[in-house]
């Protein structure tokens, strides 16, 4: 059974400051892996989509890579603002049969202090 | 483009009590998905609809009924509410296996 694990579970910074949220999962045998963003009492946004046959994606700030083999991925934020704060979600499909269904971690809750 | 949208945004309901959600999508996508997220548990998948006239179980499909209306929506239905079901309510949509796009998301508390 998949499990996706997420380190730290919460991280406060001073802005400005580059910063990098972990996340790894035990069955290597992936489709995809997304990293999504959640506010507080919202739903969930995606950020970044990494097909398994990929080793990074970019979007602004925001840079994400994926290690296949090892088992994980790492979502790299730069110069962090105050507006950056926000749980921060990985979740992986699976290839084979069961690759529509995403298995998330518990997020990384990060806070950006002004 | 509204997105994904659901309706009802908030729900109290008694143990027993039925209700449905209901889900819509105007992406032209051709997946959907329902998932629960609870504090200290994550956000899991319930059911899913690969395409249009398809369904499949997710992780804790027990107590709940979908159908895939058509192609913009899928409902959840729960026919016997029960005070485990409280939790917030997320739909989502997909190109197939590509990004997944959610909803604002139903806050249901069973009492």
């Known amino acids: 059974k998949q499990e996706v694990t997420q380190i730290p579970a919460a991280l406060s910074v001073p802005e400005g400051e580059n910063l990098v949220l972990n996340c790894s999962f035990t069955?290597?045998?992936?489709?995809?892996l997304q990293w999504f963003r959640q506010d507080p009492g919202k739903g969930l946004t995606s950020l970044l989509l990494?097909?398994?046959?990929?080793r990074e994606q970019t979007s602004g700030r925001l840079n994400a890579s994926l290690d296949k083999s090892s088992g994980r991925s790492t979502l790299y934020i730069a110069a962090s603002q105050p507006g950056d704060s926000a749980t921060y979600l990985c979740?992986?499909?699976?290839?084979?049969?069961?690759?529509?269904?995403?298995?998330f971690g518990k997020g990384t809750l990060l806070t950006v202090n002004p | 483009n509204a997105g994904v949208t659901q309706t009802p945004k908030f729900q109290v309901l008694k143990t027993g009590q039925s209700m449905t959600l209901q889900c819509a999508q105007d992406?032209?996508?051709?997946?959907m998905y329902w998932y629960r997220q609870d504090p200290g548990m994550g956000l899991r998948l319930i059911y899913y609809?690969?395409?249009?006239?398809?369904?499949d179980k997710g992780e804790v499909p027990n107590g709940y009924n979908v159908s895939r209306l058509n192609k913009r929506e899928f409902s959840l239905r729960l026919e016997s509410a029960a005070p485990s079901q409280t939790s917030v309510y997320f739909c989502?949509?997909?190109?197939?296996?590509?990004?997944?796009?959610f909803g604002p998301g139903t806050r249901l508390t069973v009492t």
């Open positions: 992406m032209n996508h051709n997946s």
């Open positions: 990494i097909q398994s046959s990929q």
């Open positions: 069955d290597s045998a992936i489709y995809n």
């Open positions: 989502a949509s997909s190109y197939r296996l590509y990004e997944q796009y």
């Open positions: 609809s690969a395409s249009e006239g398809t369904t």
């Open positions: 979740a992986v499909s699976n290839s084979g049969g069961s690759n529509y269904k995403l298995t």
